[in-house]
């Protein structure tokens, strides 16, 4: 008989749509088949050291599952196994304050922990894994970046919320006849802006897999003014960097898992168009927080819901020290031990993130569908 009778959420890193979903396919499956308690921790791993949490039983997460964010907050800047104090004198320091949280949960009765988030999060998840906590995590991410899962929740509604923008943007752009760059994010891959740009009808799309050449844009903007088609979308991953150059830093944030925030790339190449093509007008739209936001689609609820039930089968199976994945249409698991690696010393996942493929399937495709990658 597993000695589990009380499990612990939380969620870290940047919000998306799914999130809900997940918590609320815990929930439902601990108490409903097994019986036991769930309490959430508020604000991620800094809710768990200060003991900020709150109870929840399915009245509590009814009708959220389908909403964006986290009903539990979340924060993506709270490694405990270096945790930032600051001393009345305004010293900063850095501290292991992972048996803090350790005695948190011994004193609210919490035996177990499904952890939610990115690499960042999921490395401390196997941190308090090798510390004896038995503990389950649930990758999430908007940006398909993951490499030890084939998709996760968020991702989805992202790109829907990418279309939408751009069959809005489309408007203006063949009202005006006009160029409209605009910037997704994706951090270091450009899932977001090849599958967003696509399905969004763009005529050209800047990943960081793809090194533009500026010349080039113009080159198929031209093109399309000689076929009468006198507006062009060009969809730029925030990661985007031109043939030999480097890729745009908003700012760098030292306490912080991912400390390098992008953004900007999309403002830099509409300069460039709008001095070699003097007489169009030009026009950026960066989508930041707009396209992580918002009611989550089914595939994002379904797959949550079951990352969910999933995470608490593993922890009632003693299977600890795991984290949920899908593969083809099933959903499987794998020891943390072998997809993060980040933690303090700030190196990615285990074998790098999950790259688009410049010569596979779906730029291919696009290539022959007309669409330039700037190359
Ligand atoms: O990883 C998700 C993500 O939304 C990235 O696409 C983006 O670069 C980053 O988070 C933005 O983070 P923040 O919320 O800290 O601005």
């Keep these: 008989m597993n000695s589990i009778k009380k499990i612990g959420i939380l969620t870290g890193g940047g919000d998306c749509s799914g999130l809900n979903a997940v918590i609320t396919g815990i929930t439902k499956t601990a108490i409903t088949t097994y019986g036991l308690e769930v309490v959430g921790y508020r604000r991620g791993y800094f809710g768990l050291y200060h003991n900020d949490h709150q109870v929840l039983d399915l009245k509590a997460i009814s009708g959220t599952m389908h909403e964006g964010g986290t009903m539990l907050k979340s924060s993506n800047k709270d490694n405990l196994f270096n945790f930032r104090m600051v001393d009345e004198n305004g010293q900063v320091t850095y501290k292991d304050v992972s048996d803090v949280a350790i005695e948190n949960m011994r004193k609210l009765g919490v035996d177990a922990l499904v952890v939610i988030g990115g690499d960042g999060t ?168 707009i396209q992580r936001g918002g009611i989550a689609t089914q595939f994002d609820r379904n797959i949550g819901l079951r990352f969910g039930y999933h995470a608490v089968e593993l922890l009632m199976r003693g299977d600890s020290g795991k984290m949920v994945r899908y593969e083809g249409r099933t959903i499987t698991s794998i020891d943390l031990e072998d997809v993060v690696g980040r933690g303090a010393t700030g190196e990615t996942s285990k074998g790098g993130a999950k790259h688009v493929d410049p010569k596979g399937q779906i730029v291919t495709a696009a290539k022959a569908l007309g669409i330039s990658f700037g190359d």
């Design 122 to 289: 999921l490395t401390s998840a196997r941190d308090f894994a090798r510390k004896g906590v038995p503990v389950v995590g649930v990758p999430k991410t908007i940006d398909n970046d993951l490499p030890a899962t084939d998709m996760t929740f968020g991702y989805s509604t992202s790109l829907e919320n990418i279309v939408d923008a751009l069959d809005k943007i489309h408007t203006t752009a063949y009202s005006h006849d006009r160029v409209m760059v605009v910037e997704v994010m994706g951090r270091h891959t450009g899932w977001l802006a090849l599958e967003g740009g696509t399905g969004g009808s763009a005529d050209v799309i800047l990943i960081p897999e793809i090194p533009y050449d500026i010349h080039k844009i113009v080159q198929k903007i031209n093109e399309r003014k000689a076929m009468g088609k006198e507006f062009s979308i060009i969809v730029v991953s925030e990661g985007a960097k031109p043939v030999g150059g480097e890729i745009v830093v908003r700012e760098t944030v030292e306490d912080s898992a991912d400390k390098v925030r992008l953004g900007g790339v999309g403002d830099v190449v509409t300069r460039q168009i709008a001095k070699l093509l003097p007489e169009t007008e030009v026009r950026y739209t960066n989508l930041a927080y």
